[in-house]
């Protein structure tokens, strides 16, 4: 055989094994996303523990400080180590609008008052990561808070509910898979 | 009866190329499409998308497959549409991408949804790919400079 | 510890190593591979002929090329070119023995070979 094809084995061989592990990568992560999503308990979004602190002025009832936390887990169940976990909440308000259906007549409306992404990190393999989603006064959207005065019919009970949209997102199998997992419309608190 | 036996061999492959590219792809997303109450976000439009560019490329993909493996043994010809043939594989996996099937989103009814990209698998089977591009390039230097060795070989 | 659990690990460990020479290869081909399929959904995805008619050109082609030249024997139609050759071969063989024959120095009497001697040593004949 001549050198050159020899040479060409050698290559073919080594193409090979890169193309075997990259599938075999692929084939195991794939396995092991199916072990952890298949199981609710892995996921734990602790929406008992949420907290929505509102400070408002007494005298012109308007917001002045405003907070949201909520504790979540994920344990990793799989093969290899989650990566670049990320959760985003869009936090809307669900509130009785007074005259929002013409004088006389109050329209429920739902509107956004948070939409902020945090980073945590990585979680190892075999591991539990327990984690604190925490939206300050400033991620807020102040402009899209109703007036406390004017729109918001405290007649209602709860006068003020708070839904809540999750989607993490994070990286597996060395990067080679990104999965995000969205969950809809979660009742996280009301007030009063 | 050279010739003969290649062109078997040839139509051999082409059918199995046809098979792997387009039969089985069609086959696997017409299923897809049609089992009802699957929970996968695909639209009609995405289904006519995915599977046009998998016929088209398939197409490609098995013509040339026909012209190289009924090519002489080392020839510069098997060579440079095995080279063609490569690259124009390329083409065809990432239709893939662009056909929105390597970022797929199952719905869960009155929970939210689920999705899953794969793009950076992809990538990294590009990698892989480019490595064989250059194998190709190699093959077509290699037979070209020794072309009246390897004639003299197979002529005997 | 489980079996696919080792395997991942290693398997894990040998594409984190290549990830980094493999992935901005990779990265360089998508973008010409983007490139060409945009010009093909653009130019050319509105219908299936272009790709039918194509791969139809591409048998037919091979078809043709392996029966003239189908690469066991010269191709057909050189075939009276082969006859040539060959010809040419056995005039090239003749005209060897023949150079061969004239190179060695003989004498002229008895066809000794003498080399560059003036005697011949076997029969002694003068060669001049």
Known sequence: MRASRVFRLLVRIFISFLMVTATLVSLLGGLSAVMILSNQDNFGIDTDNAEFNLEVNNSTLAIENVNFSLPFNITNTGYFDLENLQLEIQLGLNYSQIDGGGPGVNETRVVKILERTQNFGDIPKGLTGNFTFFGDNNSFLHTNFPDPLTDIDWTRSPALEFYANFTISLDYSVGMHSISITVINIKVSEFP | ?156 | ?128
């Open chain 3, 1 to 128: 510890m489980d079996f696919l659990e080792v395997l991942a690990e290693i398997v894990g460990s040998i594409l984190l190593f290549l990830k980094p020479i493999v992935s901005p290869i990779g990265a360089f081909l998508v973008d010409l591979t983007s490139t060409a399929t945009q010009f093909f959904k653009d130019n050319l995805g509105s219908s299936l002929t272009f790709y039918i008619v194509i791969c139809t050109i591409l048998v037919v082609s091979a078809i043709l090329v392996n029966i003239i030249w189908p690469g066991d024997r010269p191709g057909s139609i050189f075939s009276k070119g082969v006859g040539k050759i060959e010809e040419f071969d056995d005039k090239i063989e003749g005209s060897e023995d023949e150079d061969i024959v004239d190179e060695i120095k003989r004498c002229k009497d008895c066809g000794n070979p003498v080399g560059d001697s003036e005697i011949c040593p076997l029969c002694g004949a003068r060669q001049i």
């Open chain 2, 1 to 156: 009866m050279g010739a003969v036996k290649n062109m078997v061999k040839g139509f051999i492959f082409t059918g199995i190329y046809v098979l792997f590219t387009v039969v089985i792809p069609l086959v696997f997303f017409t299923l897809i499409f049609s089992i009802e109450g699957l929970p996968l976000e695909w639209e009609q439009q995405d289904k006519n998308n995915i599977t046009f560019w998998i016929v088209a490329f398939g197409l490609l993909v098995s013509g040339l497959a026909f012209f190289k493996y009924s090519s002489p043994k080392q020839s510069i010809r098997k060579a440079v549409f095995a080279l063609v043939q490569v690259i124009v594989n390329c083409l065809y996996i990432w239709s893939y991408r662009f056909s929105g099937a390597a970022e797929i989103t199952f719905v869960i009814s009155d929970f939210g949804f689920f999705s899953l990209d794969v793009s950076q698998m992809l990538l990294i089977y590009m990698g892989i790919y480019f490595l064989t591009i250059i194998l190709r390039v190699y093959d077509v230097i290699d037979f070209t400079i020794n072309r009246e060795k390897i004639r003299e070989n197979r002529m005997k």
